[in-house]
T-cell receptor, first 113, second 113 residues
């Protein structure tokens, strides 16, 4: 079974802090994604990566950056956390190519106070 | 960019009845349409998908139909069971990159015993 593991289920951070969300997948997938989930808005793509050190902006990249130094690991960074970044963050991975199934982690609920 | 609209936002059915969730998409170039189920406290999981060269696909109690002319696709669940209660998301591939999935806003399905 594909396993996508996010390092934390719950996080509470203070405004202005630099926050790191980590994601690891064990299936040698080329593609990795970070989504944000908010009630009534579905899942919105923040960033994705199709290879090591490669990244592309999604629909809502402002206030976020990412890092992919190894194939299995994709990190989401909140440079200076703000209260409007309080949300559920979901990491996903998929095989190389297009139109392939995405496998999701269990999510990290981040609260910024 | 691509836009996916999903209806209804909530759906309550009696156990054994059928449930139908509908989505529309904006770009005729989209060619992959997955459906995800998200149970409480978990990440979304793929339950069925359809590609643009197929009009209907069935997997036991779940079916998806696609009307490319009208740009809409639907999820049908027959003989609903309490364990079908979850949030369901439709998605379509993005216009500028088919690595990207654009998600609908989600439907919360409640199956009453």
């Amino acid at each position: 079974d594909v396993k996508v593991t996010q390092s934390s289920r719950y996080l509470v951070k203070r405004t202005g802090e630099k926050v790191f969300l980590e994601c690891v997948q064990d299936m040698d997938h080329e593609n990795m994604f970070w989504y944000r989930q908010d009630p009534g808005l579905g899942l919105r793509l923040i960033y994705f990566s199709y290879d090591v050190k490669m990244k592309e902006k999604g629909d809502i990249p402002e206030g976020y950056s990412v890092s992919r130094e190894k194939k299995e690991r994709f990190s989401l960074i909140l440079e200076s956390a703000s209260t409007n970044q309080t949300s559920m963050y979901l990491c996903a991975s998929s095989l190389y190519g297009t139109n392939t199934e995405a496998f999701f982690g269990q999510g990290t609920r981040l609260t910024v106070v | 960019g691509e836009n996916v609209e999903q209806h209804p936002s909530t759906l309550s059915v009696q156990e054994g009845d059928s449930a139908v969730i509908k989505c529309t998409y904006s770009d005729s170039a989209s060619n992959y349409f997955p459906w995800y189920k998200q149970e409480l406290g978990k990440g979304p999981q793929l339950i069925i998908d359809i590609r643009s060269n197929v009009g209907e696909k069935k997997d036991q109690r779940i079916a998806v139909t696609l009307n490319k002319t009208a740009k809409h696709f639907s999820l049908h669940i027959t003989e609903t069971q309490p364990e079908d209660s979850a949030v369901y998301f439709c998605a379509a591939t993005g216009v500028d990159s088919s690595y990207k999935l654009i998600f609908g806003s989600g439907t919360r399905l409640l199956v009453r015993p």
